[in-house]
């Protein structure tokens, strides 16, 4: 059943007369959401792969599924564990008053509690990331006459993993407004974007808000608690200064330390990963380019030393665990659109984000985190990248044959 007869039954002759054409890519976007399209090839000739987009942004969102429980918990455990430590007697918030006023208190040794608590942070951001980007999605398509896709479904889910628990809902509905009209519908929509349009919002808040987006106690989402996050610790004070905060590294692979929604679990993040090379979806060159790139940069940065800045000391199995590093690489790295397409320039594209995030990490400590802008200045470079690969395999190929 069409989305012409879906709607013919909520009210009869529905789609006879204007209302259709009116509104063709609203119904548009509920037929592809509801239903497998007509136009999906089963078999080959085909360009790259027979998998319709449908499969392709289900199954980003499923791979996102750990990292959403991790960040729930552990958001939720932040804030109980913070509430705990400032001896509040009455929680400040409607989050913490419902949850009162429920019984459900805040120890943050109850995985429940702590699971409610998370859920009470992400969905206010999650729901005004769809409201917001959905309505931007749907003036475009109106305008343009083509169907709303799923692949926002996507965008919305990741933008919303990468935001601080604590960011305010106008903010995030600006920074989705911002990653869906300039990362993406100016250049044509989904599959004709060139950058990864949920870091273009998010970078767009960084640089915008960065009060809201760094420092000291945008992580925990209570009013009055600091603390700096392990990135901010490694720059001022060393890597080894990280266990007298608590921070170990089976800490920041498992996910109990401060971070954004989504990114503290290494752990989930490469569950996901795990998921997404298996089903063909995320590319095993893009992931083996990045942690070569980041293991080989940060080990010559290891063996040159600095006097005066400790994070030339950090190894890169930390790198790997802090930050948004493990996200980036699991679900932004292997984003398909915006990567290299020829298989040699996979590696490259992926080496030049993990050296990257390395250099951006350690040689810059006014911006201790750094996978984000690795990865959109990659985006930048891959069609470069593409274009010269293929002129190389081109000049190769005519000197065979001569």
């Known amino acids: 059943m069409g989305a012409r007869k879906f709607f013919d039954r909520i009210e009869p002759n529905f789609t006879k007369g204007g209302k259709w054409e009116k509104w063709f890519p609203v119904y548009e976007m509920v037929e592809s959401f509801l239903y497998t399209p ?31 429980l991790a960040g729930l918990l552990n958001a939720g455990y932040q804030a109980n564990a913070a509430i705990d430590a400032m001896g509040q007697a009455d929680p400040a918030g409607w989050r913490q008053v419902l949850l009162a006023s429920l019984g459900i208190g805040f120890n943050p040794s109850n995985p429940i509690s702590n699971l409610l608590h998370g859920l009470l942070f992400f969905l206010p951001i999650y729901i005004t990331t769809l409201v917001v980007g959905g309505i931007w999605e749907v003036i475009f398509a109106t305008v343009r006459r083509h169907e709303v896709n799923e692949g926002f479904l996507v965008t919305s889910m990741l933008y919303t993993l990468i935001l601080p628990a604590s960011t305010p809902l106008w903010q995030v509905a600006l920074g989705i407004s911002f990653g869906v009209v300039i990362g993406k519908e100016v250049f044509g929509g989904t599959g004709k974007n060139f950058l990864n349009p949920a870091l273009v919002g ?15 106690s945008v ?13 901010a610790i490694s720059a001022s ?27 503290t679990s290494a752990l989930a993040c490469f569950i996901g990963l795990a998921f997404l090379i298996a089903t063909k979806i995320a590319n095993w060159r893009l992931v083996a380019g990045c942690l070569a790139g980041m293991i080989g940069f940060s080990l010559i940065l290891n063996i040159v030393g600095s006097a005066d800045n400790p994070m030339f000391a950090m190894p890169w199995y930390w790198h790997l665990v802090l930050g948004g590093y493990a996200f980036g690489l699991a679900f932004m790295v292997t984003e398909p659109v915006s990567a290299s397409h020829t298989n040699l320039g996979r590696y490259i594209y992926g080496a030049l984000i993990g050296v990257m995030v390395v250099m951006i990490r350690v040689i810059n400590p006014a911006f201790p985190e750094g996978m984000m802008l690795a990865i959109l200045f990659g985006n930048i470079f891959a069609p470069l990248i593409d274009y010269f690969v293929t002129r190389a395999n081109i000049a190769r190929r005519v000197k065979r044959n001569a």
């Open 38 to 68: 007509k136009t999906v090839t089963s078999a080959a000739p085909h360009a790259r792969s027979y998998i319709d987009m449908k499969r392709i942004m289900t199954y980003v969102v499923i791979a996102t599924i750990p990292a959403i």
């Open 219 to 231: 992580w925990v989402p209570v009013d009055g608690y600091t603390g700096a996050t392990a990135l």
């Open 237 to 263: 004070d060393g890597v080894q200064a990280l266990a007298g905060q608590g921070i170990s590294w089976w800490g920041a692979f498992l996910g109990t330390i401060q971070g954004s929604l989504g990114e």
């Open 202 to 216: 998010r970078a767009f808040l960084y640089f915008a808000y960065p009060a809201s987006m760094s420092g000291d």
